[in-house]
């Protein structure tokens, strides 16, 4: 097993006032092909069908996650880039998707040159947080996707995100990549966004049949004990499956174990936010 980073900053510091539950979530994890847009597209779903009224902005240029919840890429005429680049507002870039209370802000191929772009704009690492400051109310949760890499569109989302969900892959360089993410969140939250903390590490791909995968899952809920959500995401074919069809796996296959493992999850989020503390369901 890869040497553990640091604890995680996952809890607000003690001399600050109770803290309200996280509007904006950003997902986010250098690392590709860590079940991050997975998340994203199915706890934004699982969210939505208990009634909560959810925003995912697409923050990642691959755009999986705004393919992922139904939006054709070519209605995506404004998005992401567009409220990024200060050309149309967020009630210009929000998108319908075809699951009910799901809104989303979709990415484009443009947002792969944004990178580039943001370096010359003012305020460039406060670009997303200045387009949704105040304009989020109609939302419950807002989600954001990042990109598998720690540049300027992931500082956008962690400097607008008041909390941050990590989804971490059960194998064996699981901790190496989130040791640079925590310090990456550190210096976040030291010079641009003082608030912000690690709201839960989420483990995915766990196929409980793999010595190994039980071990990382041992060892990371050693070192992180609660930060760590009690419900794990497993490795299966129909959650792989549902991105073809640009359909969460929850109406592709409701009744599969990824859906049932996405549904636990996004009720322990909401026990988290109820309770202000973190907390596992009897069934996870």
Known sequence: MADAPSPLPSVVPSDAAAPTPPHVYALANQKGGVG???????LATALAAVGQKVLLVDLDPQGNASTGVGINPATRTTGSYELLCG?????????????????????SVDLAGAELELIDLERREYRLRDALEGRTGRWDVVLVDCPPSL?????????????VLVPLQCEFFALEGLGQLTRTIERVRRALNPGLYIAGVILTMMDRRNTLAQQVERDVRDHFADVVFGTTIPRNVRVSEAPSHGLPVLLYDH??????????LASELLHRRRSGVPARPEAA
Do not use: H, M
């Open 87 to 107: 050309l149309t507002d967020l009630a210009g870039a929000v998108a319908p998707s075809r699951i009910p209370n799901l809104d989303v802000v979709p990415a």
């Open 255 to 264: 009744a599969c174990t990824g859906s049932q493992a996405y549904i636990l």
């Open 151 to 163: 540049g300027l569109l992931t500082v956008n989302a962690l400097v607008a995100a008041e909390a």
């Open 36 to 42: 991050k847009t997975t998340t994203a597209i199915n």
